[in-house]
């Protein structure tokens, strides 16, 4: 399949998940400085299924609270704006964005995305870099493999095979079989869905943050993230090639040291937590 194929594959195919509206509306509350609690409240309380499954999240273990927590604006006076905010988005992206063939390890690409996802918040912490969209971006760094899997299931599944050979990274097998690899479909992907422009270039260079142009430093944010759940045993482990430090998202932010070993140990000493989380939405996602 010639990369032109997969480009127009990608905008047309009817086959790929659409995006729900209210995905989009927390999308848009997410990169809003202004986005409010009671905005937030609001849609997700219009959306049943979604409220149940905020409510099945905040009420386990995960959080283990002591009491029952019956409502969206109980949830959010007790877990935070913001924290809510992710789990909306973590639990609406995880149903939207299943793989298409039996052999792609779906419940990994969610282990792999929520841990990304937060280590692109502390290392914006470490940073010092208050970027918006990072918890964003982390979680969906990785759409494109789900959209090669969806658009050419087949093919994908060759390269898989290929890859878990172990002898080259998924993104070099992707550009021999497919002319095209993940992180470019990931970015097409967000732009046909109409994501924040500054997530899709995240997602698009999350792998060369030195291209970003317009939101280096979120770009070179997600990088970092990804290698770092690497470091974590939380990668996405559809090749065993260990990933490469991206030493120009380090430039890009500034670090003087590398924040990689504290953040990848912390990540590494929460599996449990972040396993719980997944076996929370799983249920509603798988």
């Not at 299924?49 to 009420?59: F, I, K, M």
């Not at 009491?67 to 992206?93: C, D, N």
């Not at 970027?131 to 299931?153: N, Q, R, T, W, Y």
Request: with cysteine.
């Amino acid at each position: 399949m010639k990369k032109k194929s997969i480009h127009d594959s990608l905008v047309r195919i009817q086959e790929l998940p659409t995006l729900p509206t209210v995905l989009v509306r927390i999308l848009n509350i997410a990169a809003d400085p202004d986005g409010t609690a009671l905005e937030l409240g609001q849609l997700i309380s219009n959306d049943q299924s979604l409220s149940a499954s905020l409510l099945r999240l905040v009420n386990s273990p995960y959080y283990g609270f002591y009491r029952k927590i019956e409502s969206v604006t109980q949830a959010i006076v007790m877990v935070g704006f913001f924290e809510v905010r992710r789990l909306a988005l973590t639990a609406t992206a995880f149903h939207t964005l299943r793989p298409g063939s039996t052999r792609f390890d779906h419940i990994q690409l969610w282990r792999h995305s929520l841990a990304a996802a937060i280590a692109a918040e502390r290392c914006a912490y470490a940073a010092g870099v208050p970027v918006h969209g990072c918890f964003e971006s982390g979680l969906l760094h990785d759409i494109g493999k789900v959209a090669l899997d969806i658009v050419c299931p087949q093919e994908y599944e060759k390269v898989l095979q290929v890859a878990q050979k172990g002898t080259k990274r998924i993104r070099a097998v992707e550009q021999e079989l497919l002319g095209v690899d993940h992180a470019e479909a990931g970015g097409l992907l967000g732009e046909h869905w109409n994501l924040p422009s500054s997530v899709t270039e995240a997602i698009r260079c999350h792998h060369a943050p030195e291209d970003a142009r317009e939101f280096p430093e979120l770009a070179a944010l997600t990088a970092l993230a990804n290698y770092i759940t690497y470091q974590a045993n939380l990668g996405e482990f559809s090749a065993p090639v260990p990933a490469e430090c991206p030493r120009q998202a380090l430039e890009l932010l500034n670090f003087r040291g590398n924040p990689c070993e504290d953040i990848a140990f912390d990540l590494e000493n929460n599996r449990a937590r972040i396993e719980e989380f997944i076996g929370a939405v799983k249920s509603d996602a798988a």
